[in-house]
């Protein structure tokens, strides 16, 4: 089941297998094509770049994270700072992947950059965790968004039943996987598709706003940093929701084999996207509190639609609509990338076999996308949104400071790596030391949901040495495992 590498390339049924050393021949590489080998091709342009990065950020997070950023800030000018602030340290990130992505070739994100930099170990508590824990519950956290708001129109005058939210939800990340599973090209359009969509439902929100500001709508904004003192407990938790919010600049990177010419297309992809959303996001927030006070947004299920009641009527119907499709490309975009990370995994050596496996018509690494279904209905039936949310940010801040922190490590170790797009050192430094405080911070302020992220982190360590490392397994544990 868990392998030391793959050393061949082999058939098997509709599938097959990928090249040794963590490596698939590229479609445009000389090495000739072997007679039925499968490959990745390259079909991500600087569009579906473009796209798969906002269409990933832009999904729950503008529309949930308000809530949670302004319970932990205490009030809306720093609300609205912490927004601004999580949107730079957000483009510090993308900026330090951007070079990771040019200097290293490889699909599989975070976990590639770890094994490069620090080798096996820490690359397989990566992805144990991303398996067990984070991609899980960040599609739990998303595609509850979705169901939340695409019900939302049929329940405009009484409570949402809990049960019909997750119902609804199980049926979307189901037809999420289907689309993964079936086409590349039909899940990139559809994602440009999407992308669009969020960007409407956001300029559907900034231009009232704007209007309402014209009109002199500022009485919300007045003693702005007014209200409950922001405490040492409640700013990391504040970060977290406004990281969350910006998280997906990464993604991109974790389908790197797959974009054309990435020396240039990733930084730009990156650069484009992060200014397009910090900018919405920031404007999204003030349109908000144009219209809506403190009190009331922190009593508000659906921020955007409350939003949409005051000042659309009718029209606002069509908001819930708009942010149901968001989120469902963020849940599609979140699915494309995160399935790579596992196929790459699985040609280390690090995952089932069958995950390094390629649909031999479709071009999809179909078993890399399945495995992810039923542990993310177990998280969504098991779990609360925001206890979801703390859950999953102490393990994935951990390891995005870890894997910039690596940065700057592989500077020293290995100084000839070709770099053809570098970011000045001060920026990797205070990102990573900035990821690394907050996980610390949240181990004091929340330390239930992360001692919880922690322990299952570490039981990545005993099955490191279980799975990978231990060569003479009795039979009996080989045939458990498949073996």
Same mark, same amino acid.
């Given at each position: ?10 058939? !098997? ?42 269409? /990933? ?22 609300? #609205? /700072? ?28 975070? *976990? ?31 595609? #509850? ?10 329940? &405009? ?85 406004? &990281? ?38 920031? $404007? /999204? !927030? ?54 790579? &990370? ?29 495995? $992810?279904?039923?542990?993310? &209905? ?7 949104? *925001?206890?979801?949310? !703390? ?17 700057? *490590? ?38 239930? !949901? ?13 099955? *490191? ?19």
């Amino acid at each position: 089941m868990f392998r030391k590498a793959a050393v061949t390339t082999h058939s !098997n049924g509709s599938y097959l297998q990928g090249q040794a050393n963590g490596r698939l021949p590229s479609v445009d590489s000389e090495q000739p094509a072997q007679e039925g080998k499968v490959v990745l091709k390259k079909k991500v342009t600087l569009l579906r770049g473009i796209s798969i990065i906002i269409g /990933t950020i832009i999904g729950a997070g503008i529309f949930i994270s308000p809530k949670g950023i302004l319970k932990n800030t205490g009030s809306v000018g720093m609300s #609205l /700072t912490v927004w601004t602030v999580c949107g730079i340290l957000s483009l510090f990130g993308a900026l330090c992947y951007a070079e990771l992505g040019t200097c290293i070739k490889k699909s599989g994100g975070h *976990y590639t950059y770890i094994l490069e930099a620090f080798g096996p170990l820490p690359a397989f508590v990566r992805v144990w965790v991303e398996l067990l824990i984070i991609r899980p519950a960040a599609t739990a956290v998303i595609s #509850l968004a979705f169901g939340r708001y695409i019900l939302e129109p049929f329940f &405009m005058q009484c409570e949402i039943p809990e049960l019909a939210i997750k119902l609804i939800t199980a049926v979307g990340i189901t037809l999420v996987m289907v689309l993964n599973s079936t086409s590349v090209s039909w899940s990139a359009r559809i994602q440009i598709f999407l992308t669009f969509c969020k960007l409407v439902a956001i300029l559907i929100i900034i231009v009232p706003g704007v209007i309402q500001l014209i009109k002199g709508e500022t009485q919300h904004f007045k003693n702005a940093f007014a209200g409950n003192d922001a405490s040492v407990m409640g700013l990391p938790l504040a970060f977290y929701s406004g &990281m969350y919010a910006y998280s997906g600049w990464f993604y991109l990177n974790f389908v790197t084999e797959e974009v054309e010419n990435p020396e240039k297309n990733i930084p730009l992809a990156i650069c484009i996207s992060m200014i397009i959303v910090t900018v919405g996001y920031v $404007l /999204t !927030n003030v349109a908000y509190f144009t219209t809506i006070s403190a009190g009331e947004l922190l009593l508000s299920k659906a921020v955007a639609v409350t939003f949409a009641e005051r000042l659309m009527g009718n029209f606002s119907l069509a908001v819930p609509v708009f942010v149901a499709l968001s989120c469902f490309g963020s849940m599609n975009g979140g699915i494309f990338a995160v399935s790579r &990370m596992f196929f790459v995994a699985s040609r280390e050596g690090h995952l089932p076999e069958i995950l390094s496996m390629i649909h031999v018509r479709k071009h999809t690494p179909l078993p890399a996308v399945i495995v $992810l279904h039923p542990l993310t &209905m177990i998280m969504l039936f098991n779990g609360d949104l *925001y206890s979801l949310l !703390n859950f999953l940010s102490f393990a994935r801040w951990l390891f995005i400071g870890l894997v910039v922190a690596g940065l700057i *490590y592989l500077r020293y170790k290995r100084p000839d790596m070709p770099r053809p797009f570098k970011v000045p050192i001060f920026i990797p430094a205070l990102f990573s030391f900035t990821c690394l405080f907050m996980v610390a911070l949240s181990l004091y302020s929340d330390p239930v !949901n992360t001692g919880i992220g922690f322990a299952i982190t570490l039981t990545g360590v005993p099955a *490191y040495y279980l799975f990978i490392v231990w060569d003479n397994k009795p039979k009996w544990f080989r045939k458990l495992l498949g073996k």
